[in-house]
């Protein structure tokens, strides 16, 4: 089935700093990946949808600034916090769409496990 | 915003005893999705459903979809403490994005 890889799992920094994430499609090329969002014990919260050789696409309330997503190539997206505060602790995790004809679901990474001192 | 209702939010049982969990919407939904997430991890996808009615089997697992689209539910038979996760709805909206349901966690005791 598809892989998608997403890395650091973790990451604990203090703050101030700033944080890339990434997410790659392992076995396919993935036009289109998502970046959630989700808090313990809470469900998925979508925060952009990230477009190959595009600007990515943020929900409402997502701060575009905060949150800076690059999808250079199919098969690479990043999401880069900026300045990083204890509020952005969270866990972060990106899923890809396989680009073949028909529907086809999301697959998920991982997770990123962000905590800012 | 097409919001997706999952019920119960939590659910604990005895290792063989059988479990359904719900989704359910006001609005229609191309097709729905099933996920099972563990702590620390990213949610795995169990299965697609698209076609009104659509019933499909994994293993322990019966998904359903209902006629108008809808709503879903999933029922697991004789449960096993490896069935233990948070299980997650989500339909795909026009956009072509999933929209979550709240989750139930499900534990299963030996």
């Known amino acids: 089935g598809a892989v998608v890889s997403q890395h650091p799992s973790r990451v604990i920094c203090k703050s101030g700093t700033s944080v890339k994430i990434e997410c790659r499609s392992l076995?396919?090329?993935?036009?289109?990946m998502f970046w959630y969002r989700q808090f313990p014990k809470q469900s998925l919260m979508l925060m952009a949808t990230?477009?190959?050789?595009?600007?990515?696409?943020?929900e409402q309330g997502v701060e575009k600034d905060k949150f800076l997503i690059n999808h250079a190539s199919l098969t690479l997206s990043t999401l880069t916090v900026t300045s990083a505060h204890p509020e952005d602790s969270s866990f972060y995790i990106c899923?890809?769409?396989?680009?073949?004809?028909?529907?086809?679901?999301?697959?998920f990474g991982d997770g990123t496990r962000l905590s800012i001192l | 915003t097409q919001l997706l209702e999952q019920s119960p939010q939590f659910l604990s049982i005895q290792e063989g005893e059988n479990l359904t969990v719900y989704c359910n919407s006001s609005?229609?939904?191309?097709?729905l999705q099933w996920y099972r997430q563990e702590p620390g991890e990213g949610p795995v996808l169990l299965v697609t459903?698209?076609?009104?009615?659509e019933v499909k089997k994994l293993k322990r697992l019966t998904f359903q979809f209902g006629d108008a689209r809808k709503d879903s539910s999933l029922h697991i038979t004789a449960a096993q403490p490896g069935d233990t996760g948070l299980y997650l709805c989500?339909?795909?909206?026009?956009?072509?994005?999933?929209?979550f349901g709240a989750g139930t966690q499900v534990v299963v005791t030996p």
């Open positions: 989500a339909g795909t909206d026009s956009w072509g994005k999933l929209q």
């Open positions: 990230s477009n190959e050789g595009s600007k990515a696409t943020y």
């Open positions: 899923s890809a769409r396989t680009p073949r004809g028909g529907y086809q679901p999301q697959h």
């Open positions: 609005s229609v939904f191309s097709s």
């Open positions: 076995d396919f090329q993935a036009t289109t």
């Open positions: 459903v698209v076609t009104g009615g």
